[in-house]
């Protein structure tokens, strides 16, 4: 093969590493280890047929030797598009533009929250909230780093854990809005004490994020060590599933107890001498009677985005939904963006008012 100066050291590196990788492999017993090693030697041979088809190029006078070259080319331009796919670790190319867009939408629900929050004095969704939203933002800004380098490991992982836990802070800021309905219009009709819908589902959440970094972190160890990481796979897809069936309870608690006092129904109005009359003022704002629906579709968007994530995660990590952007950007981050927008002209402290809870956490 005539090689000019300038390609010799790559080649003679390349022609090293092959002589190394061709050494290894043929002893290798570890199945992800051969398959790595594998890969590497496809890419090795590519490349030096991509040198050497270049090099043809330059030099060919006939055409047959020019088609051939061409022809060359074409194949380990191929074959090194395939294995760099395939090395991926997103399976694709994050898109700049929408990620991008979707760090500034989350930095302006980050800032609007923390200043309500702060503004208002709803403590603990105030800060459900600006945790649940800035970690969104940090999300998306590792996917927005990922959009120029996606092989950046940790952009990677910074997406992954920070896109797969916010929600379990939103939805801890949902939750204890429903122990402040039943306040608001009665215990009576509630299944539980005000309190314990937080405590409980808050509980599920913190097992559910357990539950997933368990999982992650077992499916993370195995892919250092080039083995099969289905078992932590497996058990972030448990952990996804728990959150998912938590939230179905929840669901159904939440639509009984306002089946229970007629919301929206007919004699809706006439019970309101059957609700605790200290909240009245409260009930009697114009804005608070759309309040409930407002939790109730906040909740649904965090539960669409959480089933989504569940089968997202059962195909694997190369799976269909996983390597087509377009899936996530709907049912993940336009659902998680949803839910942060409504509570900006609903939020506790407008409907509730500054400072105040119906009910604290004893």
């Given at each position: 093969m005539s090689l000019s100066t300038e390609f010799a050291p790559v080649v003679t590196s390349l022609q090293s590493q092959l002589a190394s990788l061709t050494s290894v492999i043929a002893t290798e017993t570890n199945t992800q280890k051969f398959l790595q090693e594998s890969r590497s030697i496809e890419y090795a041979y590519a490349s030096l047929q991509q040198i050497s088809a270049s090099q043809a190029l330059l030099t060919a006078s006939d055409s047959s030797v020019s088609a051939s070259a061409t022809a060359g080319l074409s194949h380990a331009s191929e074959v090194l598009s395939s294995l760099s796919k395939a090395d991926n670790i997103y399976g694709m190319d994050p898109s700049l533009g929408g990620n991008v867009a979707m760090t500034i939408i989350m930095g302006i629900f980050f800032i609007a929250h923390t200043g309500m929050g702060w503004f208002y004095q709803t403590w603990w969704f105030g800060i459900s909230y600006f945790l649940g939203s800035a970690l969104e933002m940090i999300g998306y800004i590792g996917r927005s780093v990922s959009a120029g380098d996606s092989d950046n490991k940790d952009a990677y992982m910074v997406q992954i854990v920070c896109l797969t836990i916010a929600p379990c802070f939103i939805m801890a800021g949902i939750y204890f809005l429903l122990a402040q309905f039943v306040m608001v219009y009665g215990q009576k009709y509630a299944i539980l004490k005000p309190i314990w819908y937080s405590y409980i589902f808050i509980a599920c959440d913190i097992v559910s994020l357990l539950v997933q970094g368990t999982g992650g972190g077992i499916a993370s160890a195995a892919a250092k060590r080039y083995e099969s990481g289905q078992t932590g796979t497996d058990i972030m897809v448990g952990g996804?599933?728990?959150?998912?069936?938590?939230?179905?309870?929840?669901?159904?608690?939440?639509?009984?107890?306002?089946?229970?006092?007629?919301?929206?129904?007919?004699?809706?109005?006439?019970?309101?001498?059957?609700?605790?009359?200290?909240?009245?003022?409260?009930?009697?704002?114009?804005?608070?009677?759309?309040?409930?629906?407002?939790?109730?579709?906040?909740?649904?968007?965090?539960?669409?985005?959480?089933?989504?994530?569940?089968?997202?995660?059962s195909e694997g990590w190369k799976g269909y939904l996983m390597i087509h952007e377009i899936y996530f950007m709907i049912l993940d981050a336009l659902m998680m963006a949803l839910t942060c927008l409504i509570f900006i002209p609903f939020h506790p402290g407008i409907m509730i008012g500054k400072g105040f809870y119906c009910c604290t956490w004893y």
């Amino acid at each position: 093969m005539s090689l000019s100066t300038e390609f010799a050291p790559v080649v003679t590196s390349l022609q090293s590493q092959l002589a190394s990788l061709t050494s290894v492999i043929a002893t290798e017993t570890n199945t992800q280890k051969f398959l790595q090693e594998s890969r590497s030697i496809e890419y090795a041979y590519a490349s030096l047929q991509q040198i050497s088809a270049s090099q043809a190029l330059l030099t060919a006078s006939d055409s047959s030797v020019s088609a051939s070259a061409t022809a060359g080319l074409s194949h380990a331009s191929e074959v090194l598009s395939s294995l760099s796919k395939a090395d991926n670790i997103y399976g694709m190319d994050p898109s700049l533009g929408g990620n991008v867009a979707m760090t500034i939408i989350m930095g302006i629900f980050f800032i609007a929250h923390t200043g309500m929050g702060w503004f208002y004095q709803t403590w603990w969704f105030g800060i459900s909230y600006f945790l649940g939203s800035a970690l969104e933002m940090i999300g998306y800004i590792g996917r927005s780093v990922s959009a120029g380098d996606s092989d950046n490991k940790d952009a990677y992982m910074v997406q992954i854990v920070c896109l797969t836990i916010a929600p379990c802070f939103i939805m801890a800021g949902i939750y204890f809005l429903l122990a402040q309905f039943v306040m608001v219009y009665g215990q009576k009709y509630a299944i539980l004490k005000p309190i314990w819908y937080s405590y409980i589902f808050i509980a599920c959440d913190i097992v559910s994020l357990l539950v997933q970094g368990t999982g992650g972190g077992i499916a993370s160890a195995a892919a250092k060590r080039y083995e099969s990481g289905q078992t932590g796979t497996d058990i972030m897809v448990g952990g996804l599933a728990f959150q998912v069936v938590s939230m179905s309870v929840f669901l159904l608690m939440y639509g009984h107890f306002f089946w229970k006092i007629k919301y929206l129904r007919s004699g809706f109005k006439e019970m309101e001498n059957q609700f605790p009359e200290e909240f009245a003022s409260i009930r009697a704002k114009p804005s608070f009677k759309w309040f409930p629906l407002v939790v109730f579709l906040g909740t649904i968007f965090v539960y669409v985005r959480s089933i989504y994530r569940v089968v997202e995660l059962s195909e694997g990590w190369k799976g269909y939904l996983m390597i087509h952007e377009i899936y996530f950007m709907i049912l993940d981050a336009l659902m998680m963006a949803l839910t942060c927008l409504i509570f900006i002209p609903f939020h506790p402290g407008i409907m509730i008012g500054k400072g105040f809870y119906c009910c604290t956490w004893y």
